[in-house]
């Protein structure tokens, strides 16, 4: 019943009217701008049957905390409006309403880095959308634009869950959607509604996550596994470090990144030291130095040699820093990025 949103949308609107007639503007302003959420929480056998709901009032997090000391409050009077809104409702009755932090989805850009963009993705997301309003609107023609519809839908549904963001669009494919407007929307103004509703939680979400730029790789990492969770969790640090303790990690994190990566590519046999000693499993810099000296040779590459190595000793004196600001340690994730796409574009990882 409630939790039917052809059959919700009424009673808000009685509710936010009965708000304003009764100088509530707070009050009305709070339900407008949160997202709501109607559960079945009970039931009742009893004269026919009941079924008894939940009103989730989810606000942003800013606006909640201004709110919380009067929560109880708050909720106790907007119930009672939806009490007067659905008293001629007989088997479905709103017992509960909850006021709660909406939860914060933070979106690390730095995942989809190499196959599209956040700008990208927000247009293929805008255009899945209209396409889906205008051939349920006497617009395009489903024969025409569901081949392009469905690839684009699998390339957005792929970049969401990168983003770990659900794809709330279950219509793969433009004659499902045709299947479930021409049985349940008789109205073109229907049809638009439910897509604008169904992609809003998600459109918002993508569009007020800052992009981030500061890692971006341009290597193919499908089988340096190591070195890509290193660097999703040098992402995620890198979002959360405020102090110079948790700087301090990103350089070690991103030392241990290096040290992995001329694991990943140093071959003794292949690559011996410029000093004739025997090179460590642990010692990166001797090792990437070996591996730029041989697979940089030549007086055509030594501009490209020159810069490897100063990339190489940037990071490597950042990463063993002892004190840490934020900007030393965006440095010297930089840095390892610089230096994992220099040697991933070397091994042919493009």
Same mark, same amino acid.
């Not at 009067?70 to 409006?81: A, H, P, S």
């Given at each position: 019943?409630? $939790?039917?949103?052809?059959?919700?949308?009424? *009673?808000? @609107?009685?509710?936010?009217?009965?708000?304003?007639?009764?100088?509530?503007?707070?009050?009305?302003?709070?339900?407008?701008?949160?997202?709501?959420?109607?559960?079945?929480?009970g039931?009742?056998?009893?004269?026919?049957?009941?079924?008894?709901?939940?009103?989730?009032?989810?606000?942003?997090? !800013?606006?909640?905390?201004?709110?919380?000391?009067?929560?109880?409050?708050?909720?106790?009077?907007?119930?009672?409006?939806?009490?007067?809104?659905?008293?001629?409702? $007989?088997?479905?009755?709103?017992?509960?309403?909850?006021?709660?932090?909406?939860?914060?989805?933070?979106? $690390?850009?730095?995942?989809?880095?190499? #196959?599209?963009?956040?700008?990208t993705?927000?247009?293929?997301?805008?255009?899945?959308?209209?396409?889906?309003?205008?051939? #349920?609107?006497?617009?395009?023609?489903?024969?025409?634009?569901?081949?392009?519809?469905?690839v684009?839908?699998?390339?957005?549904? /792929?970049?969401?869950?990168? +983003?770990n963001?659900?794809?709330?669009?279950?219509?793969?494919?433009?004659?499902?959607?045709?299947?479930?407007w021409?049985?349940?929307?008789? /109205? @073109?103004?229907?049809?638009?509604?439910? *897509?604008?509703?169904? @992609?809003?939680t998600?459109?918002?979400?993508?569009t007020?996550?800052?992009?981030?730029?500061?890692?971006?790789?341009?290597?193919?990492?499908?089988?340096?596994?190591? *070195?890509?969770?290193?660097?999703?969790?040098?992402?995620?640090?890198?979002?959360?470090?405020?102090?110079?303790?948790?700087?301090?990690?990103?350089?070690?994190?991103?030392?241990?990144?290096?040290?992995? +990566?001329?694991?990943?590519v140093f071959?003794?046999?292949?690559?011996?030291?410029?000093?004739?000693?025997?090179?460590? !499993?642990?010692?990166?810099?001797?090792?990437?130095?070996? @591996?730029?000296?041989?697979?940089?040779? &030549? #007086?055509?590459?030594?501009?490209?040699?020159?810069?490897a /190595?100063?990339? +190489?000793?940037l990071?490597?004196?950042?990463?063993?820093?002892?004190?840490?600001?934020?900007? $030393?340690?965006?440095?010297?994730?930089?840095?390892?990025?610089? *230096?994992?796409?220099?040697?991933?574009?070397?091994? &042919?990882?493009?």
């Amino acid at each position: 019943m409630f $939790d039917n949103q052809d059959n919700f949308r009424p *009673i808000l @609107y009685t509710v936010s009217e009965i708000l304003k007639a009764d100088n509530l503007a707070e009050l009305n302003n709070l339900l407008s701008s949160a997202n709501l959420t109607v559960e079945q929480t009970g039931h009742d056998n009893w004269n026919g049957g009941i079924d008894y709901f939940t009103l989730f009032v989810s606000l942003e997090v !800013k606006v909640f905390v201004k709110v919380r000391d009067r929560i109880q409050q708050l909720e106790t009077t907007l119930l009672q409006k939806f009490d007067i809104a659905t008293r001629h409702i $007989d088997h479905a009755q709103i017992t509960s309403i909850l006021i709660v932090p909406k939860a914060q989805q933070n979106i $690390d850009w730095g995942k989809i880095n190499g #196959s599209t963009t956040k700008e990208t993705l927000l247009k293929e997301v805008e255009s899945l959308k209209n396409t889906m309003i205008s051939v #349920s609107t006497g617009g395009q023609r489903i024969q025409e634009v569901n081949d392009a519809y469905k690839v684009k839908f699998v390339a957005v549904d /792929k970049a969401l869950q990168k +983003l770990n963001c659900k794809n709330p669009n279950p219509y793969q494919d433009l004659w499902e959607w045709y299947a479930k407007w021409s049985t349940t929307f008789s /109205k @073109y103004h229907e049809r638009r509604l439910f *897509i604008t509703e169904m @992609y809003d939680t998600l459109m918002r979400a993508l569009t007020e996550s800052p992009s981030q730029n500061s890692l971006n790789i341009t290597v193919d990492l499908s089988d340096w596994e190591r *070195i890509e969770r290193a660097i999703n969790e040098i992402r995620v640090r890198q979002l959360d470090a405020k102090t110079e303790e948790q700087f301090q990690v990103i350089g070690l994190l991103s030392r241990e990144t290096i040290i992995t +990566l001329a694991q990943a590519v140093f071959n003794k046999e292949k690559h011996p030291s410029t000093d004739g000693t025997d090179i460590s !499993k642990t010692d990166a810099k001797r090792m990437l130095e070996a @591996y730029i000296n041989v697979e940089f040779a &030549g #007086s055509s590459n030594e501009t490209l040699r020159r810069y490897a /190595k100063a990339t +190489l000793d940037l990071a490597n004196e950042l990463t063993h820093k002892r004190t840490a600001s934020k900007k $030393d340690a965006s440095l010297c994730a930089s840095a390892t990025i610089s *230096i994992i796409n220099l040697i991933g574009t070397i091994e &042919g990882r493009i």
